[in-house]
């Protein structure tokens, strides 16, 4: 909101700089309130740990009805251009070997459907049905224009699942390239057609599953809470 216009920026600055506490939700959001002369705490919003971990993938994929015999990577929000709805597709449509999944809904679904008829769009589903549908997968895409965090990323590493995601905002602190996933350009569908190529093998997909949970430790919603906690007994108020 603050980039809107000089007279939102104003505003937003005058916020940042007299609040008795910023939070933020990663280092790249507090670099922005940096930027408006207020200085935050990073703390995440949290994922439930016991909700989101890994589990076996050929028992989603019955559950779900997806087929067992195929790789499979993995989208899970809005179907926008800031999300980067299009460019998932786009790649996934170009792959074979891979089957795109997309979960969820938003103004790119009809354009899709019609684009890319190798894209398995899903739509919507329940939000207690997202554990499941992140275990069938064998990679999450994250291919977000601008993303302040970036919450998949987080839930699909929780859940024990390499990670390739656009090197933009809190994505970049959340994935590191060779460690948990591979970090792309954002809008580059070359780039994560050629990292989809690297993860055909099982060896390299099992390695960055191997690291991706303990990488998100900070953000489990009980170290979430605790943290939360903390700041507001430095305002005197108990929680």
Not at 96 to 103: D, K
Not at 125 to 151: I, K, Q, T
Not at 161 to 173: E, F, N, Q
């Amino acid at each position: 909101m603050a980039n809107r216009t000089p007279l939102h920026r104003a505003l937003a600055a005058v916020v940042a700089r007299t609040a008795d506490i910023v939070v933020t939700n990663s280092p790249a959001t507090a670099a922005r309130i940096a930027r408006l002369g207020g200085q935050a705490h990073v703390v995440s919003p949290g994922v439930d740990f016991e909700r989101f971990q890994p589990a076996d993938r050929d028992a989603a994929r019955r559950r779900l009805g997806l087929p067992l015999d195929v790789r499979m990577a993995m989208y899970v929000g809005g179907l926008s251009l800031r999300k980067g709805a299009d460019v998932f597709a786009s790649a996934l449509n170009r792959t074979p070997g891979w089957l795109g999944v997309l979960v969820g809904e938003g103004e790119l679904g009809t354009m899709i459907g019609q684009r890319y008829p190798r894209v398995l769009a899903v739509g919507a589903v329940e939000p207690d049905a997202v554990p499941a549908w992140l275990n069938a997968a064998d990679v999450v895409v994250v291919p977000s224009r601008d993303e302040p965090l970036g919450l998949v990323a987080v839930e699909a590493l929780a859940s024990g699942l390499p990670v390739i995601a656009s090197a933009v905002g809190g994505l970049a602190d959340l994935v590191a390239g060779g460690v948990n996933g591979i970090l792309v350009p954002p809008g580059d569908e070359h780039a994560i057609v050629a990292a989809l190529r690297k993860l055909e093998s099982e060896t390299l997909r099992a390695q960055l599953a191997g690291a991706a949970r303990a990488s998100v430790a900070s953000h489990d919603i009980r170290v979430a809470s605790e943290a939360m906690a903390d700041l507001w007994l430095t305002l005197g108020v108990r929680t």
